[in-house]
């Protein structure tokens, strides 16, 4: 199944068909294209190379670990989430490991890393489905994260699957066109509010 962006300017082909699917088939990722899909983000720019980005993964095969981090998923992410062959937490620092002063820039940086993992998943064939419905308390717990750390979103990677097998809504969900606001919405110049004027020429 396929869902390619509509674009108004070209753009590279791995943004153009990445989309978050729910469905996933059952085959698992190699421990080697996990490790290139981190290894991506671990390459990502962070304020000062701070690298404030955290990761835990856990393969469907390593059950115990797989499901404490199922376990930290809200329950309406856990109906579909539970058959993805990966599942991961993403924790950020939310100070400076050099000086211990708060880091205003740390979520933009995880989120850096996180697109990274996920650009380099769709180059090797897998999709990812980040996911806001994480008990962020729950996963502290379970995972002993340190104060100074924010469980901040879960993830699945897999292949994308059958959206007949989703329970509940969630095969029409998985079915609908992806939309984004246009350009003019989004990019100013001048004022606040005022589309670029290139962008009507």
């Known amino acids: 199944m396929e869902k390619r962006a509509v674009t108004r300017f070209p753009v590279h082909e791995l943004i153009e068909r990445r989309w978050s699917p729910r469905a996933f088939a059952s085959g698992l990722p190699s421990w080697e294209e996990l490790g290139s899909m981190l290894e991506a983000a671990r390459w990502a720019p962070s304020c000062f190379n701070g690298q404030p980005w955290r990761f835990l993964i856990g393969r469907k095969d390593r059950k115990d670990l797989y499901e404490k981090i199922l376990f930290c998923l809200r329950e309406k992410n856990q109906m579909w989430a539970k058959h993805a062959p990966v599942l991961g937490i993403l924790a ?3 100070d400076f490991e050099y000086n211990g ?3 205003r820039w740390a979520n933009f940086d995880g989120g850096l890393a996180m697109a990274q993992f996920i650009l380099q998943a769709e180059a090797l064939g897998w999709s990812a489905h980040v996911m806001a419905g994480l008990h962020r308390d729950k996963a502290r717990e379970a995972f ?3 104060e100074n750390f924010e469980p901040h979103v ?4 897999g292949k994308v699957g059958d959206p007949d097998t989703l329970p509940d809504d969630f095969p029409e969900q998985e079915r609908q066109e992806r939309e984004r ?3 003019e ?3 100013f110049s001048g004022a606040w509010g005022k589309p670029a004027d290139w962008l009507s020429s």
């Open 92 to 94: 950020i620092r939310q």
């Open 101 to 103: 002063k708060p880091n």
């Open 144 to 146: 002993g994260i340190p």
């Open 154 to 157: 879960a993830f699945a990677v």
């Open 181 to 183: 606001k246009p350009l």
């Open 185 to 187: 919405d989004i990019v």
